[in-house]
């Protein structure tokens, strides 16, 4: 089993957009995913308390009953746990950080987000686990050239000593809209934007963690992860 926690020091960064679309996308590529909800703002089992699958699909716990969740996701056969991290206190966040084969670290590319990214960063080199940055709620590519905000964003975080996704997360009104039915943007336009991003994001994270090399770094990502298609390693 695999585990993989979503992270942000600072409120409003996206990660439980980011922790929920990631976990609805590898659930319908075949890869057997639960959620577990460690914010105690519990804003990920407001978007999914409504679906069918919930009690199977995502767990309200707390930073100190993650370590035993995890053992019993692994005894009972999910092959990605996903933790949605609290922004604070610290203490929680590195239990979440503990339990992970990768981090994700998200951050929009606004100074005060940039910042908080390295307070992530910070944690997850001291406790020595794997970690990325991922970029969120970023203003779309035009024409294949990136804002200068976005630009500017990936060159600050070159200097932040983990490697950042190639994909880069847009803001789009879809990632609401969807929430707002209790889904994922792959369930609401399978061929959008959104979710061509979503599905790259994931094939490059689940890469990851199967062991394979991060993609090189790239600045614009609209045309990345169309068909894309994974089984669990």
Same mark, same amino acid.
């Given at each position: 089993m695999k585990t993989l926690a979503v992270m942000s020091r600072k409120g409003g960064a996206g990660k439980t957009t980011v922790a929920v679309n990631l976990?609805?996308?590898?659930?319908?590529?075949?890869?057997?995913?639960?959620? $577990?909800?460690?914010?105690?703002?519990? %804003?990920?089992h407001e978007v999914l308390k409504g679906r069918e699958e919930a009690p199977s699909l995502l767990f309200e716990t707390s930073a100190s009953k993650l370590f035993a969740l995890t053992e019993a996701c692994r005894r009972s056969g999910v092959? @990605? @746990?996903i933790i949605d991290t609290p922004a604070a206190p610290e203490a929680d966040?590195?239990?979440?950080?503990?339990?992970?084969?990768?981090? @994700? $670290?998200?951050?929009?590319?606004?100074?005060?987000? @940039?910042? $908080?990214?390295?307070? %992530?960063?910070?944690v997850i080199q001291r406790l020595g686990r794997e970690g990325q940055i991922v970029l969120n709620q970023c203003p779309p590519a035009r024409a294949g050239v990136e804002p200068p905000s976005v630009l500017k964003a990936f060159e600050a975080l070159r200097f932040a000593n983990l490697p950042v996704a190639a994909i880069a997360m847009r803001s789009r009104m879809i990632y609401q809209t969807a929430f707002a039915q209790?889904?994922?943007?792959?369930?609401?336009?399978?061929?959008?934007?959104?979710?061509?991003?979503?599905? $790259?994001?994931?094939?490059?994270?689940?890469?990851?963690?199967?062991?394979?090399?991060?993609?090189?770094?790239?600045?614009?990502?609209?045309?990345?992860?169309?068909g894309l298609r994974l089984r669990p390693a």
């Open positions: 976990t609805l996308a590898a659930r319908a590529m075949g890869v057997r995913a639960v959620l $577990a909800d460690a914010d105690p703002l519990r %804003s990920a092959e @990605l @746990l966040v590195a239990e979440a950080v503990k339990v992970a084969d990768l981090c @994700l $670290a998200v951050a929009r590319p606004t100074y005060l987000d @940039l910042a $908080a990214a390295v307070m %992530s960063v910070a209790g889904r994922s943007v792959l369930e609401i336009d399978a061929e959008g934007s959104a979710a061509r991003e979503v599905r $790259a994001l994931f094939g490059q994270v689940w890469k990851r963690m199967s062991g394979e090399r991060p993609a090189p770094m790239r600045t614009a990502n609209d045309d990345l992860g169309a």
